[in-house]
């Protein structure tokens, strides 16, 4: 076997303190450093370094550690010093008398060119083949060779894919050699390589190698770090029987070692030779452009067991940025740190960071080290959040990181509190013990460096739920079955905040760190809790008792109750209606909980930190789901049907809007669908046929979402204007480890979603963000009365009788807005034409004063057959149940909605229609901007679960025509990105569009045409300072579009790449304003602004000469 093509040739500009100071010189920057003006001595348990500076004696030369050492002094040539019998056969190589510390071995590579052997070999003993984690270390003193080339210094692996070789590289044009070992894993090798390293003639050098046992190699050269290679997933080499070859190959082709070896040693261990320490600590290392950074924290350690100092460090940020800074003496394990605050103004991009510490003494001690330092660009403004519930940990997103930014994510949640460590600390503290935080900080880094922000998952509540203090009682004092955090329990809330604070001590100064999930799926085991401080707390806000009747959350059936009113109207001082009102808002303590973690992250993070609660409306409709936190969201599974997932987001709204302050709102589309509800277990379907991934995989209790699913869902959810879209179920979105509770059964889903998010999200999201929802006609009340005695609501789900029915109304084309009783109350019914009165069985009084008023006006109710009897409706909806058989609900949904558009007709105008049910629409609007938004609902059975007949998951193809309440206009497709031809039907301004597949499409509805993209830029601007672009989407007359209008910007240097704030953006108003920040080392020469309008698909740009700062 040939080694040299094993190996890949490396060179290196020769890095010096004068090629430095030349570059300085040309870029004329200012460096910053500061010096921290103190050192500290390290603990006890401080490690040294290898003392290899001097002769190896005592435990390093005959330790039980050291496997093999020879040293070749007179007298004793052969013999292994370390007491061991690695007794060597001198072959072709010679001992002498100048050797590094006395004695050495004379090797050389004359001879026929690989023909002749110069080595000195030890017979093979299996100690010589160290298990797990070994070191190899020598003297060297090169001497000039006619025709230089590899040479070996020790091989016991020969061909095999056995043991360990460690050579040199041929040295390249600038007479620099690569450190090269290759190891033998029993079926194949692998090859690890250092940095470049200069080996003068004549001189000698200390050389080593270490092996951790797990995959990595680290080089070391004169006592300094000399790099590392890794290769994941390797372990011990496997041990041979070659002899071990001392100086040359072993045989064959050999490459003899041109000079004189000296105190060659194998130890058992990865060894450190390093002289010095050189790191960065916890410091970041990827920075946000023009951010105030934070200094770069470089630790200087002395790892000898002698005193060293003083001395000097440079440091060079890629040549632009330089300083240099004394070091003071260093004790033994002392450590001195030097403060390097990077120039964030350069332009976007990775730049080495070279540290260089030399201190006097004998030998002198030296140590430099490599770091990249990473600028990201600025993100831009209105980018949609596309969260990834899930990975969960450090580890899990540096694992990930490739796949969630390939896919398209731009969050995902990725550090937890040890609640445990903060709890026994008792006071401020960070939010896991150091090495766990150090992991996270530097995932943080990575994720940055990558684009995605991370979030976490912060339950402090539950985590007490443990703690038998803080667990609910019922009456008669006993803990419940299933424990619940009493969230009224003194020290519960204290914790929470205290968890929230230490969160945003430890990630909240990082960019990255984007907030936090607080408290996931709690509602569901919250249960009546009976401690003295709870009745005494519902005592306090009502002065009145618990109700005897009321025995569980669900509330108290009306029908159970003795002289309930026959009309089923009660008062709003009902003392169940009270009670209940006051354990969901503030009883069971969790909105509380809720905030005070919200509270907590806020005062010790940065501005930008948001937080959201889920499912926040699995719950009974009442305001204050969630408590003070910034975002609702709600997950959804699709099947049945994918557009059920409008009504829990129109929940959302609600639920958000009742809130003070208002809260915005995301929307998750479960990835995992329950195979017990898609594709049940041990039931064969009607013909008897299985999907292949049912054969695969016989007992998956939770499959992928199909990918029609997947797009009707999200244009479902995007159709309204929610501020991020979520997605749960990583392990059912990739492949990866089959052993998951979720499985990876459909392949196309996961580029699916790709597709949406670069063709849909990445470039409409800007703009999607700015566009509220058009103000509603039509108003859909979930009563809490009716909740409380006669135990309706959908509590999330969209599975009963009025989820049924919401999905009519959007078949019927009609556009509700979900309203709570609160709501009703502040706010009225002035609004609305139409309101849905489904589940209402029992009303307050307010509330009906409220609706016979409204239909006074002549407002239009539509009631079921449950409807409170005080309400006569003016249209009748009678409750119907649903089928198991997809395709038979199918055709029951869309009868239902043409019957419901018969029973409207001549009492309500659409704003928004379709002639065809199947495609499903709904509107937004800004200023007189429309922007009407169509799914393709029609669907079939197919042979991923179509088979079992309770989903229809593959999507046809359908055409209609769409119009809008306005007489005329221009239409603009913004998926396509052009106009459409549309038409003035019967006073309606209408057009036709044919949709594939679970398709959907969001259409811009103007008064005037697009007619220009303007761009307008200063001719000129010096690198280093700012200039101000103007953009303008113009219309026929001329003047900006009054709308939000999407549109691409590219901004290319003079070399063609593209700059800062390149992306897509949300025009509003038909204006943009661009401040460019041209960086130091950005390019001279002529640069170019292009935007392109994505509505119109016309196009505009200007040109700027970048012009070098200085004379």
């Not at 390249?172 to 090798?189: A, C, I, M, P, Y």
């Not at 332009?347 to 030296?366: M, N």
């Not at 329950?674 to 594709?679: C, E, F, G, K, V």
Request: charged share 20%; with cysteine; net charge neutral.
């Amino acid at each position: 076997m040939k080694t040299e093509g094993m190996w890949r040739r490396q060179s290196a500009e020769s890095w010096t303190p004068g090629h430095w100071r030349a570059k300085v010189a040309v870029m004329r920057l200012i460096s910053f450093l500061v010096i921290t003006g103190f050192s500290w001595r390290a603990g006890a348990a401080a490690e040294f370094s290898q003392p290899w500076g001097e002769p190896y004696s005592g435990v390093h030369a005959t330790g039980p550690h050291v496997v093999a050492f020879w040293r070749f002094e007179p007298g004793a040539e052969d013999r292994d010093a370390s007491g061991q019998t690695n007794t060597l056969k001198f072959d072709g190589a010679a001992a002498v008398k100048e050797g590094r510390f006395g004695g050495g071995l004379q090797t050389a590579a004359e001879g026929p060119r690989g023909q002749q052997r110069h080595a000195a070999l030890a017979a093979h003993r299996p100690a010589l083949s160290p298990p797990g984690a070994f070191t190899v270390d020598l003297w060297c003193k090169l001497m000039p060779a006619k025709e230089p080339d590899q040479a070996f210094l020790v091989d016991k692996k020969y061909a095999s894919h056995n043991d360990y070789q460690f050579l040199l590289s041929a040295p390249d044009k600038s007479g620099q050699r690569v450190l090269q070992v290759s190891l033998g894993f029993g079926e194949d090798s692998a090859g690890f390589q250092s940095e470049p390293v200069r080996l003068e003639n004549g001189r000698w050098h200390h050389l080593a190698f270490s092996y951790d046992g797990r995959g990595e190699v680290r080089f070391f050269c004169d006592g300094v770090n000399a790099g590392q290679a890794r290769h994941p997933g390797r372990g011990a080499v496997m041990p041979g029987k070659n002899s071990l070859s001392i100086g040359d190959r072993l045989g064959s082709y050999y490459h003899g070692f041109p000079g004189v070896l000296d105190e060659v040693r194998i130890c058992q261990g990865a060894l450190d030779f390093r002289s010095l320490d050189l790191d960065t600590g916890n410091s970041r290392l990827v920075f946000v452009r023009q951010e105030k950074a934070p200094p770069v924290e470089l630790r200087v350690r002395n790892r000898q067991t002698a005193a060293l100092g003083p001395g000097q460090a440079a440091i060079s940020l890629a040549g632009l940025q330089t300083a240099t800074a004394p070091v003071p003496p260093l004790a033994p394990g002392a450590t001195h740190k030097l403060l390097f605050s990077p120039n964030t103004a350069l332009r976007p991009g990775s730049y080495e960071l070279r540290v260089r510490v030399e201190i006097p003494g004998q030998p002198t001690a030296r140590a430099e080290e490599k770091f990249d330092v990473t600028l990201v660009a600025r993100p831009l403004p209105n980018r949609m959040p596309v969260v990834m519930w899930g990975v969960y940990a450090p580890e899990g997103v540096q694992k990930e990181l490739g796949r969630l930014k390939e896919l398209g994510f731009t969050h995902c949640l990725g550090v937890r509190p040890h609640y445990d460590f903060i709890w026994e600390a008792k006071d401020d503290v960070l939010p896991a013990p150091p090495e766990a935080h150090a992991e996270a900080r530097r995932m943080l880094d990575a994720a940055l460096a990558n684009g995605l922000g991370i979030l976490a998952g912060a339950s402090p509540g539950s985590w007490l739920a443990a703690k038998s203090e803080f667990q609910r009682i019922n009456r008669a004092g006993k803990r419940l079955e299933k424990p619940d955090v009493c969230g009224n329990v003194p020290g519960a809330r204290e914790f929470c905040e205290q968890v929230g604070r230490a969160l945003g001590r430890g990630y909240g100064d990082h960019p990255a760190f984007a907030g936090a999930l607080i408290h996931t799926e709690v509602r569901d085991h919250t249960a009546l809790c009976f401690h003295e401080h709870d009745l005494a707390a519902f005592k306090k806000a009502t002065g009145l008792d618990y109700p005897l009747e009321a025995t569980g959350k669900a509330g108290v059936p009306y029908k159970n109750l003795k002289d309930f009113p026959a009309n089923r109207v009660v008062a709003e001082s009902h003392p169940i209606l009270q009670f209940y009102r006051w354990f969901w808002s503030v009883g069971d303590g969790w909105n509380e909980l809720h905030t005070r973690v919200h509270r907590g992250l806020h005062e010790t993070g940065h501005p930008g930190l948001w937080t959201f609660h889920d499912p926040a409306v699995r719950c009974p409709s009442l305001p204050g789901s969630g408590g003070g936190v910034d975002v609702l969201s709600q997950w959804t599974y699709s099947y049945p049907d994918p557009i059920r997932i409008g009504l829990p987001t129109d929940e959302l709204f609600a639920m958000a809007r009742a809130s003070v302050p208002p809260q915005k709102v995301m929307k998750m589309t479960q990835i995992i669908w329950y195979r017990s509800q898609t594709a049940p277990i041990g039931k064969k379907s009607a013909d008897g046929e299985t999907a292949p991934w049912e054969d695969r995989d016989p007992e998956a209790a939770y499959i992928t979402i199909a990918p029609t699913h997947l797009r009707e869902a999200f244009w479902t959810k995007i159709a309204r204007p929610i501020q991020g879209i979520m997605y749960h179920g990583w392990q059912s979105l990739v492949p990866g480890d089959s052993r998951a509770s979720y499985r990876y059964t459909h392949p196309a889903t996961q580029h699916e979603l790709r597709q949406l998010i670069q063709t849909i999200v990445e470039p409409l999201g800007p703009t999607l963000l700015q566009v509220p929802d058009r103000p509603a006609d039509v108003a859909f009340l979930e009563s809490f009365a009716s909740q409380v005695f006669a135990q309706r609501g959908e509590w999330g789900w969209s599975r009963g009788w009025a989820g049924e029915a919401y999905l009519v109304l959007q078949h019927a084309q009609l556009q509700p807005e979900v309203i709570y009783e609160d709501t009703l109350l502040k706010r009225g019914l002035a609004p609305y034409r139409v309101l849905f009165l489904l589940d209402c069985d029992v009303l307050t009084e307010p509330v009906v004063r409220q609706i016979e008023a409204f239909q006074q006006r002549g407002g239009v109710v539509i009631g079921d057959d449950r409807l409170c009897p005080a309400i006569k409706p003016n249209v009748r909806f009678p409750v119907h149940l649903r089928t198991n058989r997809a395709d038979l609900a199918y055709t029951n949904l869309l009868t239902r909605a043409r019957e419901l558009r018969n029973a409207l007709a001549g009492k309500y105008f659409w704003p928004t229609d379709s002639d065809n049910p199947d495609l499903v629409t709904r509107a937004r609007r800004y200023r007189e901007a429309d922007y009407l938004f169509v799914v393709n609902d029609k669907r079939e059975f197919g042979n991923y679960v179509g088979q079992h007949g309770l989903v229809m998951e593959n999507g046809l193809p359908s055409t209609g025509t769409l119009s809008l309440n306005r007489t005329s206009g221009h239409v603009y497709d913004l998926v396509a990105g052009r106009e459409v031809h549309a038409v003035n039907r019967a006073d309606r301004l209408a057009w036709r569009t044919d949709l594939g597949p679970g398709e959907g499409g969001v259409f811009l509805v103007l008064k005037e045409a697009i007619a220009e993209v303007r761009v307008s830029a200063p001719a000129r601007v010096k690198t280093g300072q700012t200039l101000t672009c103007q953009v303008e989407i113009l219309d026929s007359r001329r003047q900006p579009v009054p709308a939000v209008t999407p549109a691409q910007v590219e901004i290319l240097d003079a070399d063609g790449r593209a700059a800062e704030f390149s992306g897509y953006y949300g025009l509003k108003d038909g204006k943009l304003a661009l401040q460019l920040d041209i960086a130091p080392n950005d390019p001279t020469g002529c640069w170019q602004i292009r935007v392109r309008d994505l509505a119109s698909g016309l196009s505009g740009r200007a040109y700027f000469q970048v012009e070098p700062d200085g004379p």
